[in-house]
């Protein structure tokens, strides 16, 4: 049964990698599970039709036969729990696996996220230059302790995981700060996810589109 998934008709990021069906592309390339990409407008994204696919109108969705998902971290769970490949064999591991997928979009997205709409919308602000030591602050807290967790380890959680895929994307999106470079081991982990085989082909395949939308 062929799985669909929903993308940006043009992505905002101009196909750097850093739109969210990113993730989900990535994890199907992982799994070695063909795909087919419904692209939606803007527009689109706000009629019911989509609405029906997700609640909040936005991207990515999965539709696995009867089955449609939201959130890229439910999706990539739903694709680890049912190919091989993104999610640990052990019991444990795998719920140290899962930990980590939640962590790295509930506590390391939130104030990357936080940064970067403040560096896109706020500049123009008379209180930006005030605010951003504090935003750079939360979020270098974070690669603090991820970095000391993930110590000289390659990956999170022994063998590349769905763990990885998440947070690895994550951090990407503070390639342009120049924060991840105040921490080589977190600047090798992201290197380590983009190298992989599935990633070039899942980024490939997102900057096609925008390369045709453009």
Known sequence: MTLTITAFERSPDGGKGLARDSRVRWALEEVNQAYEVRLVSFQAMKQ??????????????????????????????????????????????????????FAAVNTVEPPIL???????????????????????????????????????????EGAFSAADLMMVHVLLRLRSTGLLDEFPPLAAYVARGEARP?????????????TRAA
């Open 48 to 101: 019911p039709a989509h609405l029906a696919l997700h609640p909040f109108g936005q991207i990515p969705t999965l539709e696995d036969g009867e089955l449609a998902l939201f959130e890229t971290g439910a999706i990539v769970l739903h694709l680890g729990q049912r190919y091989p490949g993104l999610l640990p064999e052990g019991a444990e591991a795998r719920a140290r696996a899962v930990a980590w997928m």
């Open 198 to 210: 599935a990633y070039q082909r899942a980024f490939a395949a997102q900057l096609a589109v925008n």
């Open 114 to 156: 936080e940064l970067t709409m403040a560096r896109l919308f706020e500049r123009d602000q008379p209180w930006y230059a005030d605010r951003l030591p504090a935003l750079e602050a939360r979020v270098r807290t974070r690669l603090q302790q991820l970095a000391a967790r993930l110590g000289d380890a390659d990956w999170l």
